[in-house]
């Protein structure tokens, strides 16, 4: 029997995609609201272990590696590449060699599942990004065009391979590429991700048939995975539709900065000693592709081997929205005509299979009623 904490009920739904924030709270008592729900969830902690991550593979057969209550709040360690064994120094050669190893399956390393009491299919996870630590040391690579002509955007210009480690200043937020350039790092999850949809079209492991067969971690769906959307930093939120019982969160691929695009395979691939996060179960919303927000934005995604399809659906998403909020009600044709003027469409990734676009609307397009 599923039990209700119905001043946490009342307090998410206020922050439902489909309510504007600003609309009904100021961001002061908003920040209060939060923070009172907060301070009244369970906090659990999970390490990266080799029992406790799995690499390349999303695997619906996976036991649970811990149990929490919608609500509740989960600091999470995760792991580099290839279950840690990308570190510094580790060659070209060897880095190369790790991605053969798991064919067919990602190099990101994915903490989880945790399974969500109460969450069953047809609901949404909401998913609250709280704080993001990292751990002390970046890469990046490309792979030898020569040998991988298809990942990167100018992988036939660059024949050979490429890496490059870094050391991060977490105290100033900063990593030095070379004397004269530094990079702030901006830490979020590339991929994060409930249980597999078992209608994703994506090959499973071994060619196996069975829809419930591990699903690799390369491709981004309804579900997330390795969505590399780079706004989901902290203090942001992502609801993604449930697929299987318990809802099974992951975390990996995590990455300390990276450009629109990731053109050249990765970005500043990094690991956290904790990426805290809220799982709140929502029987309330019903969604059939993923969406996010911000404390400034509606995010809305679309993904495709065609790039030119990929951004059709996250249009098609952020039209969608608009034309069903009850902020001001809008037709079909108005919301449309918003989204041309003031969404702001991005090309997420090329890199990962299925290419990502996702498109932004300001929340302050929605002033407050006199």
Known sequence: MITFDWKRLIVTALVALTVPLGVILSAKALQAAEAKQ???SKRHKLAATLETT???????SEAPKL??????????????HSHNKIQPGTSMEDIIALRKANPGGGPHSVTGPIYVDGAEPGDVMEIRILTITPKPFGVNFNLPGKEFPTIGALAAEFPEGFVKYFNL????????FKPGITIDVKPFPGTLAVGIDPSDPSPRK????DPMAPVSTLRPWKNGSNMDLNELQEGSTIFVPVFLKGGLVW????HCRQGNGEVNLTALECAFRDITLQLIVRKDMKLEWLRAETKNDW???????DLNKAMVSAVRETVDFLASQKMVPLDRYEAYSITSMVADCRVTQVVDIRKGVHCMVPKAIFSKKK
């Open 251 to 254: 975390t990996g691929d995590s």
């Open 299 to 305: 995010i809305f995604m679309g993904f495709d081997e």
């Open 54 to 60: 799995q690499w390349g593979w999303l695997d619906p």
């Open 38 to 40: 907060q301070a009244g």
């Open 206 to 209: 071994d060619g196996a048939k």
């Open 67 to 80: 149990t929490v209550n919608s609500g509740d709040i989960v600091s999470i360690e995760t792991m580099m």
């Open 169 to 176: 200043d977490w105290k100033n937020r900063q990593a030095e």
